[in-house]
């Protein structure tokens, strides 16, 4: 069975997954990618058939490859360009993070058929519709939690840095829990907005990514799906799509 890897890299961390066939044998988190970050995960006396990664930086692609090469002649920098399982109506496909379009693949392989509304939780949130079709029809890019936090700070003369973790009541008692109640329940009444702003003809599914998600779910109280390896998960079926002649 083959043996691949996917890399996924957001601003403060790169998790790495080692992958035989469909199913995640293995998969680490580190701060920046490394050939000794890589070596751990393969088991003795096999080798990389494929590798695919995507990044929400500005990283040099030669160096990627450079590292990637020692593993496999077979590597994907993830972008709009790259051959898809689905199809990208933004009118600017270019601009399209290669975060948003894996996490748009791996809705469609968690909740296959149906409409989908992508929650990603990270330093930034993104919530992007795919259909039930395989369309990534496009989507929206606001502040990530700590980000609200922190601006709420910077831009102003008295309010205190608070902490994302801590209580967090529907209405906040004194300053530290009214800001953190109002970036965590903020970002919960945008994600229910964007929920009704499906038809519910659509039957739309939630996913929920990022590592800002755990911040969150406590206080929904809708359906949703939870799963921290979405973008794995769509570099995985990219990576196999690809293999199709």
């Not at 600017?92 to 975060?99: F, N, R």
């Not at 949130?125 to 606001?142: C, K, M, R, W």
């Not at 911040?215 to 995985?236: F, K, M, Q, S, W």
Request: aromatic letters at 6%; charged letters at 20%.
């Amino acid at each position: 069975m083959a043996n691949k890897l996917t890399i996924d890299e957001g601003n403060s961390s790169i998790k790495i997954a080692l992958w035989q066939g469909s199913t995640m044998a293995a998969v680490v988190t580190h701060r920046d990618l490394a050939p000794q970050h890589i070596r751990t995960l393969i088991p003795e006396g096999e080798s990389i058939d494929s590798a695919i990664y995507c990044s929400v930086r500005r990283n040099d692609p030669a160096r990627v490859m450079e590292i990637l090469s020692e593993f496999t002649s077979s590597v994907t920098i993830l972008s709009a360009n790259t051959r898809l399982p689905i199809t990208i109506d933004y009118r600017s496909p270019g601009t399209l993070g290669p975060d948003r379009i894996a996490a748009a693949v791996g809705a469609t392989v968690v909740e296959p058929h149906h409409t989908c509304l992508v929650v990603d939780m990270g330093t930034a949130i993104t919530y992007d519709v795919v259909s039930a079709s395989g369309h990534f029809v496009g989507g929206n890019i606001a502040p990530g939690i700590f980000m609200r936090l922190e601006a709420l700070n910077h831009f102003t003369s008295a309010l205190p840095l608070v902490e994302t973790d801590g209580d967090v009541p529907r209405w906040g008692y004194d300053t530290t829990t009214a800001l953190r109640a109002g970036a965590v329940r903020g970002v919960i009444g945008e994600l229910q907005y964007y929920r009704h702003c499906i038809p519910k003809r659509h039957r739309p599914r939630v996913i929920l990514t990022g590592g800002s998600t755990h911040l969150i779910t406590p206080y929904i109280t809708t359906p949703i799906t939870v799963e921290p390896h979405l973008v794995l998960i769509g570099l995985n079926r990219i990576l196999e799509y690809n293999e199709i002649p």
